[in-house]
């Protein structure tokens, strides 16, 4: 069966964004340490306001900025992206485990994101984006299981998924998923977003 490197594609280009995204907020984070007065770029307006947000608990929910683990897990993404685009053939153990992280990845993400529009009721635009590339990762992997019948199913339910997969369905609910969202953050804040 020939693999489709399309699920590595968006794996990869979420990956980097995402990367980008807790890199520039650890840069961020130094900045606040250095000089808490300082305003930074991600700091628009009362409700997207990325200092505010780092300075709750839930920016620190290990004990330790939460950018921290972000750029460990989103430069392990990016190397099965990688090897994935390559044509790897990756042992199922590899393939289960890479779809349990990067599922708790996801819970985390969406931990967060809750907390900040229902419980600080301020967003951090950078986070906001760490949450839709999480969102892009963890689906491209269950693809890349789902095509692959990682997980094993027998052969009738195999021929609904794959024909589910194929039909585009997969897409189509992540992309409802993310708007879903993004419907979430503007029911919840109306016009404050650009005020």
Known sequence: MRKSVTPFIVMLLAGIVALAAAF??????????????????CSVNLVLDCSTVMST???????????????????????????????????RWFLVAGSIGFFLGAVFSYWLFFQS??????LCPWCLLVTASTTLIFSSMLHVNLKQNTYGFKKKTNEKIQKFLDAGYHQMIVIAWLAL???????????????
């Open 57 to 91: 608990w839930q920016s620190e929910v290990f004990g330790f900025p939460n950018m921290v683990i972000g750029l460990m897990a989103f430069a392990s993404v990016i190397t099965i992206a990688v090897l994935g685009l390559a044509r790897t053939v990756f042992p």
């Open 24 to 41: 520039t907020l650890t840069v961020n984070k130094f900045d606040v340490l250095q000089n808490p007065d300082t305003v930074l770029a």
């Open 117 to 122: 529009v229902y419980a600080i009721q301020i």
């Open 181 to 195: 969202m993004v419907a979430l953050v503007v029911l919840k804040f109306g016009a404050d977003l650009f005020a």
